[in-house]
């Protein structure tokens, strides 16, 4: 019997410990959003596709804004982690290099970053949180700034409205105002362009590429968020910037990988032929 009680009490004080405050691990704000330092002008945001909860912060009040506007939205854009990821390991596989990535890892029913902080969150302890996100985000657009001619934010979401097509979001065409200046709209959705790149690697893109950015052309509601109206070139100290909306087709699990490389392939012609300096 005394084996049996040794054995018993041994796992007893094991568990105690490992349950103690001092052996517990807390979560801080680096824990949970992603951050990668760059090499190339290219930023990755990706707000909503976070899979891990807050400890010790409440899920966010969902009935509405105080404005009576509409309600929040709190699911998860699926997979766009693992969209980002691709995207960034086929750039990298390509060029050399590496893009700029920031991606919250926490669920968006705790804190929304593609919202302005009044209405991203309810509680105190998830701001720092929130703030880690936007002080990498903007850390990284001054240094692309700071280093390159011209750089680009990509941000990442999913939509489920139309399944089958890629969104474009620039605003109409405003948070990618120095990319049309210097070089036109072909830059946005001629054959070299983004969106031109993206559709000749197999995404339908919405609008269409015969259609280029400017007055009321993009989806009302896919036409850009807070990150891209933050960040964007139609700030003072920003750079050009994109929403893309992939429709649930690209993000299904057994295809997902597949489309994130075609994506890379295109972000990566883009920069080839929009944002390479001539040394590199």
Do not use: W
Not at 68 to 84: C, I, K, M, P, S
Not at 137 to 164: C, M, N, W
Request: with cysteine; charged share 20%; aromatic share 8%.
């Amino acid at each position: 019997m005394f084996p049996r009680r040794f054995s018993a009490l041994v796992t007893q004080l094991l568990a105690a410990m490992v349950n103690s405050p001092m052996h517990a691990v807390e979560a801080v704000p680096a824990d949970l959003v992603q951050v990668q330092q760059g090499t190339l002008p290219i930023i990755l945001t990706v707000p909503h596709g976070g899979r891990e909860a807050i400890p010790g912060v409440a899920l966010r009040n969902i009935r509405g804004l105080p404005s009576g506007g509409r309600a929040y939205v709190t699911v998860t854009d699926t997979n766009t982690d693992r969209l980002a990821l691709g995207i960034a390991a086929e750039i990298k596989r390509l060029t050399g290099k590496d893009v700029y990535l920031v991606m919250a890892k926490f669920e968006r029913r705790y804190v929304d970053p593609n919202r302005p902080r009044e209405i991203a969150l309810d509680s105190p302890a998830a701001r720092p949180y929130y703030d880690c996100y936007h002080q990498s985000v903007r850390a990284f657009v001054d240094e692309i700034r700071s280093k390159y001619p011209a750089g680009l934010l990509i941000d990442v979401h999913g939509q489920k409205k139309d399944p089958t097509v890629l969104m474009r979001g620039t605003r109409n065409g405003r948070s990618v105002g120095r990319l049309l200046e210097r070089a036109g709209a072909p830059a946005v959705t001629g054959p070299d362009g983004l969106f031109g790149q993206l559709k000749a690697h197999g995404f339908t893109v919405f609008p269409a590429n015969d259609v280029p950015p400017g007055g009321t052309s993009e989806n009302g509601g896919y036409a850009g968020g807070y990150t891209v109206a933050t960040y964007g070139s139609d700030t003072a100290d920003g750079i050009d910037a994109v929403q893309m909306e992939f429709g649930t087709k690209y993000r299904r699990n057994a295809v997902v990988d597949t489309y994130a490389v075609d994506a890379g392939k295109a972000i990566a012609a883009f920069y080839e032929a929009y944002l390479k300096k001539p040394q590199d």
